[in-house]
């Protein structure tokens, strides 16, 4: 069976989230979305743990849904997967390391598991994220000493502050930061700010899976970026489809336009700088403005570390589709702001005749579109579809802005409002 999966999104236990990110909102954005696979996030936390065995029951083979589920338009409900991320910060080598790794586990069990050992190590109450001053190699150790059935991942791997490769605080290869645990590694997260072919460049990564998931903070952006399977759906064969690579049964991610992310170029927030590597380097990594560093972004340290030229493709790749959240592409054709009165009913609209988010954004064909919405809603889908769109890079904490028509086209205001 063909599913959308998106494994790393976080509680209303985490800093900087949302209320409503709790199983009952998470389960109906999941439907209206598309996705049939949900990451639970923040299964360390002792609130949300609890919340975890209340309210889910088994499901499928290591997957499970709310005791009372909501059914979809097809009369199916929304599976969760077990998940957690946790931000390890150590030092090795002489150097501070902040690396954000994901969790996956089959069962409550080996979770409650986890959290005994982890909870000894620091304290799981403080952030559905929790910060340990642990070794990722030892995290690997104690995750898989419960079971090897566990997966971890080291999450958004390109991320300046807190990731694998991270400018500020990342190693240079998987084995110098997992050690004699990096067999072990079989995924890794692309992150917003960085698409499979920018990771592409890099020959080290071609053992290892390409995942792609929302790190959604509401419940809103889940499945901004997601993974696409074919799969029966159970925790094992979604394991086995990631670490065999196999695209008959892994078929694609979804993602971002890569210089949307907020990490993509280079800069400096404070200062609204933001530069190419190109221009990072005639600075030599100094902000022209304010005379202290850059912040390095995604760009430029795929560019450091690569071995390949731009446009390389290995032989054995899951491909990927890049996708703009429907919100943002109705927004634009209406020449209005995300999250007005005007967006929220066409996007209900689309949702309501399509069935839901993804199958607007990629299946349906333009004369369904057409047929459905404004002209200018119908093109602007097909665009992103194509990649014509224009983005003016994020870069230090801000997210990139992306435009699908340029300044210059005209809207039709008499259409437009006649559809309200």
């Known amino acids: 069976m063909q599913f959308v999966a998106d494994f790393h999104i976080h509680s209303k236990y985490s800093r900087a989230t949302s209320r409503d990110m709790d199983l009952e909102h998470l389960d109906k954005w999941a439907q209206i979305k598309g996705i049939k696979v949900l990451g639970t996030g923040d299964f360390t936390h002792p609130e949300w743990f609890k919340n975890l065995k209340e309210k889910l029951e088994p499901a499928e083979p290591g997957l499970f849904k709310l005791k009372q589920p909501a059914l979809n338009q097809e009369g199916d409900y929304t599976r969760f997967i077990l998940t957690t991320e946790i931000s390890c910060i150590y030092s090795k080598k002489n150097r501070v390391r902040k690396i954000h790794i994901i969790i996956f586990v089959p069962s409550l069990e080996m979770a409650n598991k986890i959290n005994a050992s982890l909870g000894w190590i620091g304290n799981l109450k403080s952030d559905g994220r929790p910060i340990l001053g642990l070794d990722v190699k030892e995290l690997t150790k104690i995750v898989l000493n419960v079971s090897p059935e566990c997966l971890i991942v080291p999450a958004h791997i390109w991320t300046p502050w807190f990731s694998l490769f991270g400018s500020r605080s990342g190693f240079d290869s998987i084995e110098e930061c997992f050690d004699n645990y990096s067999s072990y590694i079989f995924a890794g997260e692309t992150g917003l700010s960085s698409n499979p072919a920018m990771n592409w460049r890099l020959s080290a990564l ?158 349906a064909s333009l004369p369904e579109l057409e047929s459905a919405t404004l002209s200018e809603i119908a093109e602007g889908i097909i665009r992103v579809r194509e990649g014509k769109v224009f983005i003016e890079p994020g870069y230090d904490g801000v997210y990139g802005k992306i435009k699908i028509f340029s300044q210059g086209e005209a809207r039709n205001p008499l259409k437009q409002g006649t559809l309200f």
């Open 206 to 363: 071609d053992r290892i899976c390409l995942i792609s998931n929302s790190d959604s903070h509401s419940p809103q952006k889940i499945g901004r970026e997601a993974n696409v399977f074919d799969t029966e759906i159970s925790y094992k064969a979604i394991l086995e489809a990631i670490k065999k690579k196999d695209p008959q049964k892994f078929l694609y991610t979804i993602e971002f336009y890569p210089e949307e992310g907020k990490y993509h170029y280079d800069g400096h927030r404070l200062c609204g700088i933001s530069l190419s590597p190109t221009e990072t380097k005639k600075y030599n990594g100094i902000c022209p403005n304010c005379g202290k560093p850059l912040t390095i972004g995604v760009l430029n340290r795929v560019e450091e570390l690569a071995d390949r030229a731009e446009g390389s493709k290995p032989e054995k790749v899951i491909p990927f589709k890049s996708l703009v959240p429907l919100e943002e592409i109705i927004a634009d054709a209406l020449g209005v702001m995300p999250g007005t009165k005007q967006v929220e009913q066409e996007y209900k609209n689309l949702i309501g005749k399509f069935k839901n988010e993804f199958n607007v954004l990629i299946s």
